[in-house]
């Protein structure tokens, strides 16, 4: 995959951030622990010239596509370097504000996007006990301005041309996912997504909607209480094909459990409803997978 990535310099030159602006985009713009930021910072003076080289070829890759789709396919950061993919991506900051702010975009979306890092960041101590950012190309959707948080949903400009679908994304930060708060979110995109891409979308007529997720089983109908949002979310969507029958491992173990995909069953916790739930369909043999769907705006009264 190393391969994929331009060449160092091949766009323009990598504006490799230093220790000091890693640090206060961490915690001004990205709403990152001290601790994080203080790591970040740290692991930018560790990197040898082979880590520079990776970190600038992302870096290009970027560069090379703003305004593209989805997000970019980035190697594994190297075990020494959890951290590498950040120092890219934080270059690519002051690029993202340009195109937003050429759409009309406001700042204060610019910030609140970039809250997720922060998040990541957060998830990836829990998972790891230590600094990092296993997905950071996930991010390369946020930089290249494919991807916005619109209220408590996140939208990115995702499917084939002319006029791509728009991928819907949940943050584990944001508080409940209430029926309220997704038809908010969505009136929100079907505004925004006409207003900043004109070239690729007429009206709110031109939008379709899809999601992939461990959200959308709808056999989780049959585990979570009542008053579970989630089944809720899921029934939005007219689901479509029959999900990977290999299961939804590693998300579960991530987005339930907060833990590596390696921990044993019996090593996973029982704190809330949802694990309870989740880890009662898993001894009960239930085999859980990720649904995709096309978001039914009708259902939503929209
Ligand atoms: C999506 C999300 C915000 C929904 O949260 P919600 O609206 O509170 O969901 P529910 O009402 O169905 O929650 C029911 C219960 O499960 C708990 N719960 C919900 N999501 C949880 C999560 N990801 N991890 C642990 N517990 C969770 C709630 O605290 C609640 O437990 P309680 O009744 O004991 O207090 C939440 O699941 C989340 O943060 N997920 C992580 C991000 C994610 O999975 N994104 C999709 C990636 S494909």
């Not at 020494?80 to 934080?90: D, E, Q, R």
């Amino acid at each position: 995959m190393t391969q994929e990535l331009p060449k160092a310099g091949a766009v323009e030159p990598y504006p490799e951030p230093d220790a000091d602006a890693v640090r206060d985009l961490l915690l001004d713009w990205c709403g990152a622990e001290p601790e994080d930021a203080e790591d970040a910072a740290a692991g930018l003076a560790a990197l040898d010239g082979e880590a520079r080289e990776l970190a600038d070829r992302c870096y290009q890759s970027i560069a090379a596509d703003m305004g593209g789709k989805k997000w970019l396919a980035w190697p594994k950061p190297p075990e020494a370097h959890p951290l590498l993919g950040l120092y890219p991506l934080l270059a690519a900051v002051p690029g993202m504000i340009r195109f937003h702010r050429e759409r009309g975009v406001d700042e204060d979306l610019s910030r609140r996007l970039l809250t997720d890092v922060g998040e990541k960041l957060r998830l990836n101590r829990r998972l790891h006990g230590r600094a990092g950012l296993d997905v950071a190309n996930w991010f390369t959707g946020h930089v290249r301005g494919a991807l916005y948080q619109l209220g408590r949903l996140q939208f990115c400009v995702e499917g084939p041309e002319p006029k791509p679908f728009v991928g819907v994304h949940i943050r584990g930060e944001g508080g409940p996912l209430t029926l309220d708060a997704v038809r908010d979110s969505v009136e929100w995109a079907l505004e925004f997504f006409p207003t900043v891409f004109p070239e690729r979308y007429d009206g709110p007529d031109d939008l379709v909607f899809m999601c992939e997720s461990w959200l959308l089983d709808p056999q989780l109908r049959d585990w979570l209480p009542e008053r579970s949002n989630i089944p809720g979310f899921g029934a939005l969507f007219d689901l479509e094909g029959p999900g990977d029958p290999a299961g939804n491992r590693s998300d579960l173990w991530r987005f339930v459990f907060n833990r590596t995909e390696d921990t044993p069953v019996e090593e996973l916790p029982r704190d809330n409803t949802l694990q309870r739930s989740v880890l009662a369909g898993i001894e009960a043999g239930v085999p859980w997978r990720n649904r995709s769907g096309r978001l039914n705006l009708a259902r939503l009264g929209l």
